[in-house]
């Protein structure tokens, strides 16, 4: 499939399709069952030419299950919803049934993981504060078993992408802020809400599927996420990510927009 934008923005990687479907391929690359891992470490190697799957079972974090639609998995969080609010916010510490989870989980779970657990990621003051992220950013049941990740160019005629991620640095971001208003009317046509970097790209981005006016999404200020980009990618690394049908139609855009102007070829030159 060919991407104006991949050109004029001179990406070094290739878009991200996202797809649903209930079978997935014979090559790719996938968590193993019950294993931790980032869910962006799957969507950089599909920018990288590589497939991904993931599925109810190889999410890799409770996290990345709400985050690509398999229903509330903060509840089989180690402790269960109320650890995780404390997880992510000040720790569990102090929090009896916390400190029962974390002496049960020695020995078993990593380190760094039991302290994090114990002393809180600090991505959020107090648990108040997740309790609500966690009721504003809702759950959904996505309608298939498996989530691919594969670069554009490697869809198939019979896979319509859900959504498509674009990973790109500064400049290549404030282009794609721009051509996402480019065409249409009002000035917020894109946001950047508070969430893993998995839930930018998608759940967030999915539920701009019903909108009659999709937003495009920026993600991966998730400093967690960032460092699983940062040894693909180095530190000038942000995402977008939009519903397929606003790709289509922003790159439907680009020939006849400033990407085609001097002042763009005088800033990526």
């Not at 402790?79 to 002496?103: M, W």
């Not at 869809?155 to 400049?171: F, G, M, Q, R």
Request: glycine share 8%.
């Amino acid at each position: 499939m060919k991407c104006n934008m991949s050109e004029y923005l001179n990406l070094k990687t290739e878009p991200v399709a996202t797809i649903w479907k209930d079978e997935a391929p014979e090559e790719k690359i996938q968590f193993q069952k019950g294993k931790r891992g980032c869910i962006i470490s799957l969507m950089t190697a599909a920018a990288k030419g590589k497939t991904a799957v993931v599925d109810s079972e190889t999410f890799g974090c409770p996290g990345g299950g709400v985050g690509l639609g398999f229903g509330n998995q903060y509840e089989n969080f180690p402790g269960g919803t109320d650890c995780f609010a404390r997880f992510l916010s000040n720790g569990n510490k102090g929090y009896p049934k916390g400190e029962a989870v974390a002496e049960q989980m020695k020995g078993k779970a990593p380190e760094h993981f039991i302290h994090e657990f114990l002393h809180g990621e600090r991505y959020a003051k107090n648990p108040e504060i997740v309790e609500d992220f966690i009721d504003e950013l809702g759950f959904m049941d996505i309608p298939a078993k498996y989530t691919i990740f594969k670069p554009l160019s490697k869809t198939e005629e019979d896979e319509k992408p859900v959504s498509i991620t674009i990973l790109c640095n500064a400049n290549q971001l404030s282009a794609l802020i721009v051509l996402c208003n480019y065409f249409r009317k009002g000035i917020n046509n894109v946001e950047a809400p508070f969430g893993a970097g998995c839930q930018s790209a998608g759940i967030l981005t999915y539920q701009q599927l019903n909108t009659e006016n999709p937003k495009g999404v920026i993600s991966l200020m998730d400093i967690t996420a960032r460092n699983a980009a940062k040894n693909s990618f180095g530190d000038n690394i942000m995402s977008f990510s939009m519903t397929y049908d606003l790709f289509k139609k922003m790159d439907a855009e680009v020939t006849e927009s400033f990407l085609s102007t001097e002042n763009w070829e005088n800033l990526i030159n």
